[in-house]
C-alpha cells in the first residue's frame, strides 16, 4: 500500500500508485505539492458493486467527486444524493460523507482533493471494513451512520446476488 506511515507521518502520494482495498481500489492520477505540503490530489476510485466506504470527515482538505462510469450514491450530512456518470458534487471542508456503490457494475469517481492533502486527514465515524472509529455526537455524524446502517442491507443483498 503506497500511503503507509514513515515514523510518524503518512508517506507522499505518488502518480501512478495503486491501493487495493476490499472494495475497490484508487489510483493516484495527479498531485501538487507546495513547501513539501501535497495541496492538490487527484485519484480515480474504483468501488465494487455491493460496497461502501467509511463515514468520515477532513480538517484540512474538500473533495469534489466526479461520477465518469456507473451510478454513486453519496451520503453528505445525512442526505443521500444518487449521482449518475458525467454528475459530480462538492465535498466541503469538515463535511460529513461517504459513498457506495449499489448497482451491479463497478463505479468509477473522479476525486479532486484540495488543501491538505493526506491519508492522515480522516476522521473515520463508521466503517463497514472493522477499522477503527472516533466517538461523535455530532448530528450530521450521527445521522450519516443511520443512514448508512439502513443501507447496508441493501448492499448485503446485493453482495448475495452478486457471489
Known amino acids: 500500500m503506497p500511503y503507509q506511515k514513515e515514523g510518524n507521518r ?15 481500489s484508487y489510483t493516484v492520477t495527479d498531485v501538487e505539492y507546495k513547501d513539501s505540503n501535497c495541496v492538490k490530489c487527484e485519484k480515480d476510485i474504483t468501488i465494487k458493486p455491493g460496497f461502501m466506504l467509511s ?13 465518469t462510469s456507473g451510478t454513486l450514491t453519496v ?3 445525512g442526505n ?3 449521482l449518475q456518470a458525467g454528475e ?6 469538515k463535511a460529513v460523507h461517504t459513498m457506495a456503490n449499489l448497482g451491479t457494475t463497478s463505479c468509477i469517481v473522479q ?19 472493522g ?19 439502513q443501507i447496508m442491507s441493501d448492499l448485503e443483498e446485493l453482495q448475495k446476488k452478486l457471489i
Open 10 to 24: 503518512v508517506a507522499r502520494y505518488k502518480i501512478d500508485e495503486t491501493d487495493y482495498r476490499n472494495w475497490g
Open 131 to 149: 477499522r477503527e472509529i472516533e466517538d461523535s455526537q455530532d448530528e450530521s455524524v450521527l445521522s450519516s451512520i443511520k443512514t448508512c446502517e
Open 75 to 77: 451520503i453528505l450530512n
Open 88 to 93: 459530480e458534487i462538492d465535498i466541503p471542508l
Open 80 to 82: 443521500v444524493i444518487t
Open 55 to 67: 463515514v468520515q470527515s477532513h480538517d484540512k482538505r474538500k473533495e469534489n467527486w466526479k461520477v
Open 111 to 129: 476525486e479532486t482533493q484540495e488543501g491538505v492533502c493526506s491519508e492522515g486527514d480522516i476522521h473515520r465515524y463508521w466503517d463497514p471494513n
